[in-house]
């Protein structure tokens, strides 16, 4: 099975690059495999998901939208959060 095209966007990028060499350290694949493995998928505006997962014992958010025209996925950004997600985020 194929895997879908991800994309990047300059704000996910900056974020990786800003997390790069600290203790939050996150990498493209880890984003990936979150959006494809998320423990809670929660729809927000303008046709965007935020798919949350816990990884190394920190809770991540990556804010994405499927694009199917283009069959692939745009990662918005991605945030490290200081605790899982809540009713209020979901």
């Given at each position: 099975m194929e895997?879908?095209?991800f994309r990047f966007g300059r704000h996910a990028r900056n974020r990786?690059?800003?997390y790069r060499g600290t203790w939050r350290e996150i990498s493209e694949d880890e984003v990936i495999d979150i959006v494809t493995r998320a423990a809670v998928v929660v729809p927000t505006v303008k046709g965007r998901s935020n798919a949350w997962q816990r990884l190394r014992g920190n809770w991540?958010?990556?804010?994405y939208i499927h694009e199917p025209q283009r069959s692939s996925t745009f990662i918005v950004t991605v945030t490290l959060m200081e605790h899982r997600p809540t009713e209020e985020d979901i």
């Open positions: 895997r879908p095209a990786l690059r800003w991540y958010r990556v804010s």
